[in-house]
């Protein structure tokens, strides 16, 4: 077997035992693509059961004049789960990428937004045009459900459960998670619904999905960012803001009123709540409001 064919197979690996998306899936394997590319260019001939710890070295020596050092530790995770894979299957007995260290990152927090900011924000759609009631219930829904941008295009009609106060989210790998829609972002979902898609000439394969474009078709995650950056502009709000800040935002808020951490981490999807912990940064101000108000020697 070829590298390519090593490749595929891993692939294969990583959607059918792992069950992850197409994305992750495509980030993955780009990662042994890169190592192949500096394998060709090199004139180096060897397999991926042949390759040694000191040809890897100097890949990732090669690739840290290239790319920052978060990217960097991206690249050695994603060969290391290559490798690990390997093994697993028997094509070798151990790993050329064990001595191999990532390098050290900061842990970076985006910007989260004030309510008044996410109020400024919704309040500057443009509501005489008809894609501006769905911009609006889009942006509740980032904000009121802590949504990733992939979750929310996915969003479907079936998987709306107003009755009950839920809404089903499915996130990475395909795994499903029950998260709760309050009444405000019901509302504008169901404008959205019955005054503005209803009237759509909604394409073959779309008739579920909930948010659509103009030609009846599902929104792209890019579309959705520009939708947030024009609006940032039209306020001059001075924030580097994507789709994800609303997610960071919903999770800061939740906290700072008292949330339970453990409840935040089953809304956001986090596997562990390590995880759930950096993401939901907290001020020191806050903090030291919990201490003078919790602490039995404030």
């Given amino acids: 077997m070829n590298w390519n064919s090593f490749i595929k197979s891993y692939q294969s690996y990583l959607k059918i035992e792992r069950g992850l998306s197409p994305n992750t899936i495509d980030n993955y394997s780009f990662d042994v693509e890169r190592l192949c590319y500096f394998l060709e260019s090199n004139s180096i001939e060897v397999s991926p059961i042949k390759i040694s710890e000191e040809t890897i070295q100097q890949f990732v020596y090669a690739i840290s004049k290239e ?5 960097q530790a991206r690249i050695i995770s994603g060969l290391k789960s290559f490798f690990s894979y390997l093994i697993f299957e028997d094509y070798r007995s151990d790993s050329p990428m064990e ?18 900011e996410i109020d400024a924000l919704i309040q500057a759609i443009d509501l005489s045009k008809d894609e501006g009631e769905r911009n609006k219930a ?10 990733r941008v992939s979750e929310l295009v996915e969003l479907k009609l079936s998987d709306l459960f107003f009755e009950e106060g839920f809404i089903k989210v499915t996130g990475k790998g395909n795994k499903q998670r029950f998260v709760p829609i309050g009444t405000i972002t019901q509302k504008y979902i169901l404008i959205y619904k019955n005054q503005v898609r209803s009237h759509l000439s909604i394409q073959k394969g779309f008739e579920d999905t909930l948010f659509l474009n103009r030609r009846g078709k599902k929104l792209t995650r890019a579309m959705v960012f520009t939708i947030i950056k024009q ?10 803001i994507s789709p994800h800040t609303f997610r960071h935002s919903f999770a800061t808020h939740l906290l700072e009123n008292g949330a339970d951490l453990r409840a935040i981490q089953l809304m956001l999807g986090h596997e562990s709540i390590t995880t759930t912990e950096v993401y939901v940064h907290l001020d020191r101000k806050h903090l030291t409001q919990i201490m003078n108000s919790y602490h039995p020697r404030k």
């Fill in 67 to 71: 790319v920052n050092a978060r990217s």
């Fill in 231 to 240: 609006l940032a502009v039209t306020i001059g709000l001075n924030k580097s």
């Fill in 138 to 147: 889009m942006l509740e829904t980032l904000y009121g459900c802590g949504l």
């Fill in 99 to 116: 001595l191999i260290e990532a390098p050290r990152i900061g842990r970076k927090l985006p910007d989260t937004l004030s309510v008044e």
